[in-house]
């Protein structure tokens, strides 16, 4: 397969770079460099970024289209293979805000997205920039939510896929990738384990023309995570919010929008503000959070347990740069407990009508968590992101009707209901 | 509790209006009419409508309330109790016309709404009515979706809620209402039992301050449904479909569409033109159908059965203005068996990522159908609407994986995944 002669018309990408060593390649689907083995970033041309105007990305659809021009793929409608995901509200949590004791609080709710978690933005980014290098069959190593993405899209797009789960998903899960079709492979091990299985696949020439999102094209699939980023900082009126939280499984979403901001700001679309990153994870795969405190980058993988299984990621790849973010910016990251996770569910929902996956409760109870320690401002605007769906995590609060009456209002009555 | 002297700021309803008699009342929380027991809807000031334009809808929010000059409640933005739901994506199904010989169909999509399906709309409506009629506690009789939507709306105003529901529900809806925290009270019966039940509450004293959404406020709550006809419309380039296909349970999303696109046309922000309006209801629960297909409107209540449980409402309340619409329009309506109903929610998952709950496996199914009967013009632009999301009846198409492997190369190349 060769790449095509000027990839991704339009695109400011113009090529790879190792954010180790910054040794710099060509656009293709490359993800670690060939120098020191260092992940790759794209690389874009900043002049050409620099032109993007407020109204340019406002006359853009109501999805992450409108940010094209900031992203490496999917200038020219024509080229997308998406869902159209993106432009998710950002909820004024009041009440939230009140329970905790905070002055303003947002919350960016992605559970809105087509396939309801914040992984439609990157697989779409992915799947343009892998259609038009060549690859005729989509691929992952997923949690959950990144099999339902890549399975709907491809499923839309009418491409093969073939999705790799950990074998012990929530049965929610596994159901909303099945229902589209595809191959859908359990493995009897962890997702570290599905990830590893699916480098050592792409390495096979049975899968040379296959795309796994999250290895062979993931420089492109990153950069899908800008845009919870750009989309905040444009429905806040084109400024930064002072603090963010953001759930962390291998750590790159907290870097990819820690550098959407730095970016909106570089560019001039914004006013330049430091924001303070805070990153959330569970007491069941707390590698980041517990080498940050430990006063190191260095990660010591762990073997994940507990609820949060879409954060369930024991070897993650951007926990040094998550760890470099937070620190640049005075953040800090911290981790919760299972029945901390279920509360924050309930708290998050019971406040805002939102109702999250276990992620978003790690998050909400990390906000709390912060908040306690004083390590995070309550005076301080703050942005909450919620990544996913609670109907996919539905054990985690599995509720049940506060009374069972038969249907006359004499029992309606003697079930108290009526004062 | 006395009603406001000046209801409803701006709003274009000046007053309700028997669709039997015709008579006429003043804005109230009324659903039935005085004279002759017939339902009640909003009656609007013609001159006030026919002065909206395109250009006022489309400099308003991405969601329902861009439509507020259209609807009864909600043009001061101060008012509005709501999740803000609506601008749900049209999908161009191009697979899915394909595999049915269809020239151009559409998918209107709205389990993307807050809490996933269109109840968000008119509940969004009846609550911003009923805080200005000075109710201080929401609640309603549902066959699931309704129930969350109530309850989710009601934790994101800080009001207190009362959910009644059929005892036999999905465990997802349940769920997904309960982790709201307001009272959710199952009922042993159908859920028409459990609509008898709250008409007779909404006479009790106790419940004199609580809005019912479908029951007292009833004609608010129907009103929100438009916004599904107006959102087509506007996502078309401001023109009708030739044809839709609306999923049925009361019947009245179904005339209130076709009342969407016939306003639209008379206040001359489309051109004029008749939409043939198809109705899908389960076999397990046909009497708007049934009834149609007996060449007359008079509805036989029937017990309900079947998966499809969102539409199971054996006593419609809107069937007859239903068959009337269908009638007029040249459409048609018919019922479809589970199994078909399973086929197609895999039939729309397959073709364009849209994972559906059991209601738009009826709405796929019935399309189906009425092609294969030749009373849908293949040849005709059609709009499907998806009403729910498919994460909430899951049940009904449990997938497994492909295959369950070992993690490693030899394993998955024994599977025979490697050629």
Redesign the interface.
């Known amino acids: 397969m060769s790449a095509p002669t000027v990839p991704f018309t339009g695109s400011p990408a113009i090529g790879l770079v190792c954010r180790n060593c910054s040794a710099k390649y060509p656009i293709a689907a490359q993800h670690a460099c060939w120098e020191c083995f260092g992940p790759l970033e794209v690389d874009y041309d900043l002049d050409k970024l620099a032109k993007v105007t407020r109204a340019d990305i406002e006359a853009g659809p109501?999805n992450i289209w409108r940010y094209a021009p900031l992203l490496p793929a999917g200038v020219d409608p024509a080229t997308r293979v998406s869902?159209?995901p993106g432009?998710t509200?950002l909820i004024d949590a009041r009440?939230l805000a009140a329970a905790l004791g905070m002055r303003k609080l947002w919350v960016k709710?992605d559970s809105?997205n087509?396939?309801?978690s914040f992984k439609d933005r990157v697989v779409s980014v992915a799947l343009t920039a892998a259609s038009q290098l060549g690859f005729d069959r989509f691929a992952c190593a997923s949690t959950g939510n990144l099999a339902n993405s890549v399975a709907?899209?491809?499923?839309?797009a009418?491409v093969p896929s073939?999705v790799f789960?950990p074998?012990d998903l929530e049965?929610?899960k596994?159901?909303?990738?099945?229902?589209?079709?595809g191959?859908?492979?359990?493995?009897?091990?962890s997702y570290d384990?599905?990830n590893?299985?699916c480098s050592?696949?792409t390495e096979?020439d049975?899968?040379e023309t296959t795309a796994f999102v999250n290895v062979n094209v993931r420089p492109f699939y990153a950069e899908g995570s800008k845009t919870l980023g750009y989309e905040v900082a444009e429905q806040l009126g084109w400024r930064l919010p002072e603090q963010v939280v953001i759930p962390m499984a291998s750590g790159e979403l907290l870097t990819k929008v820690d550098k959407a901001f730095t970016e909106l700001a570089e560019i001039g679309l914004v006013d330049d503000r430091n924001v303070r990153v805070f990153g959330a994870q569970s007491a069941g795969c707390n590698p980041i959070a517990t080498a940050l405190h430990a006063g190191t980058d260095v990660i010591t993988p762990v073997k994940p347990t507990g609820i949060a299984k879409s954060l369930n990621i024991g070897d993650p790849a951007a926990g040094p740069y998550a760890i470099e973010a937070v620190t640049r910016t005075g953040g800090w990251m911290d981790f919760v407990s299972d029945d901390e996770i279920r509360d924050g569910?309930?708290l998050l929902?019971?406040?805002?009508?939102?109702?999250a996956e276990t992620a978003g409760g790690v998050v909400v109870a990390t906000l709390r968590k912060l908040l306690e320690t004083g390590k995070l401002d309550p005076e301080a605007e703050t942005v909450i992101y919620n990544t996913g769906?609670?109907?996919?995590t539905?054990d985690a609060?599995?509720?049940?009707?506060?009374?069972?009456?038969?249907?006359?209002?004499k029992a309606?009555r003697e079930?108290g209901?009526?004062?």
Chains 1, 2 share one sequence.
């Open positions: 109501q869902l159209d432009m509200p009440n709710d809105g087509p396939t309801h709907a899209h491809a499923a839309r009418g073939i789960i074998y049965p929610g596994v159901t909303a990738s099945a229902v589209y079709g191959e859908l492979i359990a493995i009897e091990g384990d599905v590893r299985l050592e696949l096979t049975e899968f569910i309930r929902a019971r406040t805002t009508g939102v109702f769906e609670g109907l996919k539905l609060v599995a509720g049940a009707p506060t009374h069972q009456v038969r249907p006359s209002l309606v079930a209901l009526l004062g």
